[in-house]
């Protein structure tokens, strides 16, 4: 029976009970297939990990399932040696041409799909950057950015930067930023939650506020003028932005006073219960502070607290929840 001469309807069906492997062989078969795949099959969530070796899963739980051996196949002439978990696949090499080849047949014949992307070491900053615009170029969605980077670079770090201002979720971001890297975005960031770790600087702060959640976490031996944080959070305060949530993290003892001493003179700041401080600002807005001692200090909105708070009791509750049923 060709598969092919079914009307497309009917494709549609018998390609959501195929896995990934399935439908991957069947693309490679010819042209028409891999356009008759293109036209038929939903639209999939790929998660890109790329270090030693280049994974792209459908399914975080085939993470620990057994892969299949490794065989040759052609990919529009390219010769790849590529191994399968029921829904993913793995490349053992660590050429970016190659990593970038698969990447870019995937997203070209599994059109519009949305994405996650996980960079570890050895991937250099060049690569990252030619990843994400790959991506980019092919409008795709990026939901998750991560990369870690065993050293410091600032050559890449700010184009790398602007192909991150689609990302819609989460960037993860650890030591890409020289001592004195700056950067302004061409545009607003659109994630929900930024995490740049060991940074040395704060950013053009406006330009970050469209974001839900900040987490910035200092470069050891690195001080922040005070003048730095009192701009940068009173110009946070004063604005409406969807900005909820902002935090520091680990910090040296009189760093933490610092930034204490800043939220102090901006408004009437007391205690409300252990770690946890109300501040009452001249226009009757307020925030809270949650200060862990020298590790976390967390500036919350009220609405942001306020969902904190009932998620914590929700937390509490859920454990006992089968006993109550």
């Known amino acids: 029976m060709d598969l092919l001469r079914l009307p497309l309807l009917v494709l549609k069906e018998v390609f959501k009970n195929m896995d990934f492997r399935e439908k991957f062989l069947i ?115 990026i939901k998750s950015f991560q990369y870690r980077f065993e ?68 470069k050891e031996n690195s001080i922040w003028p005070t003048q730095t944080y009192n701009s940068f959070i009173q110009k946070w305060m004063d604005l409406s932005v969807p900005l909820q949530e902002l935090s520091f993290g680990t910090m040296q003892e009189s760093e933490e006073y610092l930034i204490m001493d800043v939220l ?8 409300i219960k252990s770690e946890w401080f109300e501040l009452k600002r001249r226009d009757g807005s307020k925030f809270f502070i949650n200060n862990n001692c020298h590790i976390l200090i967390t500036i919350y909105t009220k609405q942001a607290y306020l969902e904190k708070v009932k998620d914590d009791e929700e937390e509490l509750v859920r454990p006992f929840g089968d006993l109550w049923a």
């Open 27 to 141: 693309s490679l078969m010819s042209k028409r297939a891999r356009n008759t795949l293109k036209l038929t099959c939903e639209k999939p969530y790929f998660s890109f990990e790329l270090s030693n070796d280049f994974s792209i899963f459908l399914e975080p739980s085939d993470r620990d399932r057994a892969l299949t051996d490794e065989k040759q196949y052609l990919i529009l002439g390219e010769s790849l040696k590529l191994r399968f978990y029921p829904n993913g696949m793995k490349l053992n090499s660590q050429s970016i041409r190659e990593q970038l080849f698969l990447a870019g047949y995937l997203l070209d014949t599994f059109t519009n799909p949305t994405s996650s992307v996980c960079f570890q070491y050895p991937t250099e900053p060049v690569d990252v950057w030619k990843f994400m615009k790959m991506i980019n170029q092919r409008q795709g969605s």
């Open 151 to 218: 050293g410091e670079s600032s050559e890449f770090a700010s184009r790398i930067l602007d192909e991150c201002t689609e990302v819609t979720d989460y960037i993860w971001i650890h030591r890409v930023f020289s001592g004195d890297f700056v950067y302004t975005p061409p545009r607003p960031f659109k994630a929900k939650k930024l995490n740049f770790g060991e940074t040395s600087n704060l950013f053009n702060v406006e330009k970050f506020m469209s974001c839900r959640n900040i987490y910035l976490k200092r």
């Open 264 to 271: 102090r003179n901006l408004g009437v700041m007391k205690k």
